[in-house]
Protein backbone atom coordinates (compact mmCIF):
# COMPACT_ATOMS: atom_id res chain seq x y z
CA UNK A 1 0.00 0.00 0.00
CA UNK A 2 1.46 3.35 -0.66
CA UNK A 3 1.98 5.69 1.78
CA UNK A 4 3.92 9.01 1.45
CA UNK A 5 5.61 10.30 4.52
CA UNK A 6 7.24 13.84 5.74
CA UNK A 7 10.80 13.56 7.04
CA UNK A 8 11.33 13.14 10.54
CA UNK A 9 9.64 15.56 12.81
CA UNK A 10 11.87 13.70 15.85
CA UNK A 11 14.97 12.51 14.95
CA UNK A 12 13.88 8.83 15.54
CA UNK A 13 10.39 8.98 13.65
CA UNK A 14 8.74 10.23 10.34
CA UNK A 15 4.93 10.66 10.14
CA UNK A 16 2.79 10.05 7.09
CA UNK A 17 1.03 12.34 5.10
CA UNK A 18 -1.54 9.99 3.85
CA UNK A 19 -4.05 7.83 5.73
CA UNK A 20 -2.56 4.52 6.93
CA UNK A 21 -5.04 2.21 4.54
CA UNK A 22 -3.19 -1.15 5.96
CA UNK A 23 -5.39 -0.54 9.65
CA UNK A 24 -8.90 -0.66 7.97
CA UNK A 25 -12.12 -2.62 9.00
CA UNK A 26 -13.34 -5.31 7.41
CA UNK A 27 -16.90 -6.79 7.41
CA UNK A 28 -17.20 -9.79 5.29
CA UNK A 29 -16.45 -8.49 1.87
CA UNK A 30 -16.58 -5.01 2.44
CA UNK A 31 -13.35 -2.64 3.85
CA UNK A 32 -13.86 0.63 5.14
CA UNK A 33 -10.82 2.66 4.69
CA UNK A 34 -9.75 6.50 5.59
CA UNK A 35 -10.19 8.45 2.51
CA UNK A 36 -6.57 9.67 1.09
CA UNK A 37 -7.54 13.23 0.28
CA UNK A 38 -4.50 13.10 -2.68
CA UNK A 39 -3.83 14.67 -5.87
CA UNK A 40 -7.17 14.64 -8.43
CA UNK A 41 -5.99 13.52 -11.72
CA UNK A 42 -8.39 13.34 -14.57
CA UNK A 43 -7.29 9.58 -16.07
CA UNK A 44 -10.36 9.31 -18.83
CA UNK A 45 -9.37 13.18 -20.21
CA UNK A 46 -13.60 13.69 -19.51
CA UNK A 47 -13.50 16.46 -17.08
CA UNK A 48 -14.08 14.11 -14.27
CA UNK A 49 -10.85 14.34 -11.76
CA UNK A 50 -10.45 11.21 -9.15
CA UNK A 51 -8.18 11.21 -6.43
CA UNK A 52 -5.10 9.52 -7.36
CA UNK A 53 -4.20 7.87 -4.61
CA UNK A 54 -8.40 6.34 -3.54
CA UNK A 55 -8.33 5.11 -6.91
CA UNK A 56 -4.60 3.11 -6.53
CA UNK A 57 -6.38 1.75 -2.89
CA UNK A 58 -9.83 0.76 -4.21
CA UNK A 59 -7.98 -1.01 -7.56
CA UNK A 60 -5.78 -2.99 -4.78
CA UNK A 61 -8.36 -3.62 -2.39
CA UNK A 62 -10.87 -4.91 -5.14
CA UNK A 63 -8.63 -8.09 -5.83
CA UNK A 64 -10.28 -9.41 -2.48
CA UNK A 65 -13.38 -7.19 -1.19
CA UNK A 66 -16.45 -6.45 -3.39
CA UNK A 67 -17.09 -3.15 -1.98
CA UNK A 68 -14.86 -0.37 -0.75
CA UNK A 69 -15.87 2.51 1.60
CA UNK A 70 -14.06 5.64 2.06
CA UNK A 71 -14.82 7.49 5.22
CA UNK A 72 -13.26 10.89 6.84
CA UNK A 73 -10.25 9.68 9.12
CA UNK A 74 -8.45 12.70 9.59
CA UNK A 75 -8.84 13.10 13.44
CA UNK A 76 -7.26 9.71 13.99
CA UNK A 77 -4.93 10.16 11.09
CA UNK A 78 -4.08 13.64 13.15
CA UNK A 79 -3.58 11.52 16.48
CA UNK A 80 -1.14 9.46 14.86
CA UNK A 81 -4.18 6.35 14.54
CA UNK A 82 -6.37 5.15 11.83
CA UNK A 83 -9.80 3.47 11.56
CA UNK A 84 -8.77 0.70 13.61
CA UNK A 85 -8.37 2.76 16.37
CA UNK A 86 -12.38 3.54 16.52
CA UNK A 87 -13.24 0.53 15.64
CA UNK A 88 -11.52 -1.84 17.60
CA UNK A 89 -14.62 -4.30 20.19
CA UNK A 90 -14.89 -6.83 22.73
CA UNK A 91 -15.04 -9.91 20.95
CA UNK A 92 -16.33 -13.26 22.78
CA UNK A 93 -13.67 -15.93 20.91
CA UNK A 94 -15.38 -18.98 20.08
CA UNK A 95 -15.47 -22.43 22.32
CA UNK A 96 -13.81 -24.88 20.47
CA UNK A 97 -11.07 -26.46 22.47
CA UNK A 98 -7.50 -26.31 21.85
CA UNK A 99 -6.23 -24.54 18.84
CA UNK A 100 -4.02 -27.38 18.43
CA UNK A 101 -6.67 -29.68 18.29
CA UNK A 102 -8.82 -28.11 15.98
CA UNK A 103 -8.93 -29.77 12.25
CA UNK A 104 -8.33 -26.41 10.37
CA UNK A 105 -10.50 -27.75 7.01
CA UNK A 106 -13.56 -27.19 8.84
CA UNK A 107 -13.16 -23.15 8.47
Not at 22 to 38: C, E, M, Q, S, Y
Not at 70 to 87: E, L, V
Request: glycine share 6%; charged share 20%; net charge neutral.
Amino acid sequence: MLVICTYPLFRSRAYAYTTDHINALVDRDTIITGKAFGPKVDFDNNGTKTDLLQHYVTSAYQTAYSRVVFTDARAYHNGIGSIHCATNVWRDAPNVGMWWEIDPSAF
